[in-house]
């Protein structure tokens, strides 16, 4: 079976569904590569890379005659409609966002699945694209921060006198939340962390960061993240976090809600009682925002002085390693589905919906939409 990689087409998207370090993975399987020419070259990968590893590099279209494309962003919907009836795509398509997509390829007869939709179960781990890319936008998010900040983020003790260390907060202690932490620590500034789900102070703590406590009820979600909250407990939430903004030289969030817009963590006010200098990184700019005015892909200052950054394509600002890791994902995935006899690969991809994994992740099978079984 044929496996297919296009370029990206959206604008502002740098990374790769494959690199070239995995192809040995899927030929050794018994799957044949294909990547249309240029398709690796924004993530730092060559044609030349790609036919060394064991694939087929051609120009034009490479999806028409494919029995999997595996991709990044969703295919449009006039993509799904070239692909071969009973193909089959692997990708993030969003049920909420990638509506045209999802139409286009249930009238086309493609098996779409969705890497959104992986379970947060342990078998699956390898295959968690959201994690794995989250990872990237959490790194990202700390070294935007410092390179903002008009101060430097470590102790430095001069003999022109003591700098102080940066004071940074994350709102969120997801996979985002923590690698922020991380790196924000690693560049030796204080950090605070705060998420609505309590049982996240200890991993918080692990990373060396001090987890901040409010008085409210915890909100823990299905899978490990966070479920959305009322108003009224939102309001009291952003008042009790109000002073711990006014002290911070760097703000970060990272909250998010799977399939729901952003939660609204700071308001303008909040950000106006924030001092002059201080910058916030906003990671979920793209479905809302957590921060009143923040834009995605904009830099804008306030009235006060506060600088606000809105998240755009973040894991797309990493493309080497993000491609790299969200590569890792994609085979993890397709080698569950490639069958083999008597411990010999066949070459065949064949999704078993009999497992919980591809089961959860299919969004149209045989012409339709489909519905997992568990949520039937």
């Known amino acids: 079976m044929r496996i297919s990689v296009a370029k990206e087409i959206r604008a502002g998207e740098r990374r790769v569904a494959l690199v070239p370090d995995i192809i040995s993975k899927l030929t050794k399987a018994g799957l044949e590569v294909v990547i249309e020419s240029g398709a690796g070259v924004a993530s730092g990968f060559s044609d030349d890379q790609y036919t060394a590893a064991g694939a087929s590099v051609k120009s034009g279209?490479?999806?028409?005659?494919?029995?999997?494309?595996?991709?990044?962003?969703?295919?449009?919907?006039?993509?799904?409609?070239?692909?071969?009836?009973?193909a089959l795509s692997i990708s993030f398509l969003s049920p909420t966002t990638s509506v045209d997509s999802i139409e286009a390829a249930a009238s086309a007869g493609v098996t779409a699945l969705s890497l959104e939709l992986v379970p947060r179960i342990s078998r699956a781990q390898s295959m968690d694209a959201l994690t794995s890319q989250a990872l990237c936008a959490g790194y990202r998010a700390s070294l935007i921060g410092a390179e903002l900040s008009p101060r430097f983020f470590p102790l430095l003790m001069t003999a022109a006198g003591t700098v102080t260390p940066a004071q940074v907060i994350v709102l969120g202690a997801g996979v985002a939340g923590l690698q922020a932490i991380a790196t924000a620590k690693r560049l030796?500034?204080?950090?605070?962390?705060?998420?609505?789900?309590?049982?996240?102070?200890?991993?918080?703590?692990?990373?060396?960061?001090?987890?901040?406590?409010?008085?409210?009820?915890?909100?823990?979600?299905?899978?490990?993240?966070?479920?959305?909250?009322?108003?009224?407990?939102?309001?009291?939430?952003?008042?009790?976090l109000t002073p711990y903004l006014?002290?911070?030289?760097?703000?970060?969030?990272?909250?998010?809600?799977?399939?729901?817009?952003?939660?609204?963590?700071?308001?303008?006010?909040?950000?106006?009682?924030?001092?002059?200098?201080?910058?916030?990184?906003?990671?979920?700019?793209?479905?809302?925002?957590?921060?009143?005015?923040?834009?995605?892909?904009?830099?804008?200052?306030?009235?006060?002085?506060?600088?606000?950054?809105?998240?755009?394509?973040?894991?797309?600002?990493?493309?080497?390693?993000?491609?790299?890791?969200?590569?890792?994902?994609?085979?993890?995935?397709?080698?569950?589905?490639?069958?083999?006899?008597?411990?010999?690969?066949?070459?065949?991809?064949?999704?078993?919906?009999?497992?919980?994994?591809?089961?959860?992740?299919?969004?149209?099978?045989?012409?339709?939409?489909?519905?997992?079984?568990?949520?039937?």
Do not use: C
């Open 246 to 376: 006014a002290g911070a030289d760097v703000l970060i969030t990272t909250a998010a809600v799977p399939g729901r817009p952003a939660p609204r963590l700071v308001t303008g006010a909040m950000v106006s009682a924030m001092k002059s200098g201080a910058v916030v990184v906003d990671l979920a700019a793209e479905t809302g925002g957590n921060v009143e005015g923040s834009k995605p892909g904009e830099t804008i200052t306030t009235s006060n002085g506060v600088i606000i950054w809105g998240g755009k394509d973040v894991p797309s600002q990493l493309p080497y390693h993000a491609s790299m890791l969200f590569s890792r994902n994609v085979v993890n995935l397709l080698l569950l589905m490639t069958k083999s006899v008597d411990g010999k690969p066949t070459g065949d991809v064949v999704p078993d919906f009999a497992d919980e994994i591809i089961d959860a992740a299919t969004l149209t099978h045989g012409g339709s939409r489909r519905t997992p079984e568990g949520k039937k």
């Open 61 to 86: 279209n490479v999806i028409s005659d494919a029995d999997v494309v595996a991709a990044v962003s969703p295919l449009t919907p006039d993509q799904y409609k070239s692909l071969k009836k009973g």
């Open 188 to 240: 030796g500034a204080v950090v605070s962390a705060y998420d609505v789900r309590p049982s996240s102070a200890d991993e918080v703590k692990s990373m060396g960061a001090k987890f901040i406590t409010l008085e409210l009820e915890a909100l823990e979600g299905a899978g490990g993240y966070a479920r959305e909250m009322t108003e009224e407990r939102a309001a009291k939430q952003r008042e009790l």
